[in-house]
């Protein structure tokens, strides 16, 4: 299964969720281990343990990544 892979809103960034791209597998860890395999950059800022991008959260739609925020 494909998924988006979206983090939550960044304080940095006014709290603007941001898509960073698309992932294989069942699980959104699987979903970032496959983006991570394929993107260096993403591979450098993602945190498998917390499952977070620069310290924001992961989430597999949009929806989810803005309701983190209220």
Known sequence: MIHEIWCEGDPRRDFTACHLG?????TVEEACEDLASRSEYFMEH??????RYKGCKLFVSEAKARESHG
């Open 22 to 26: 698309y992932g294989k597998g069942d």
């Open 46 to 51: 993602y945190n498998p343990y917390t499952l």
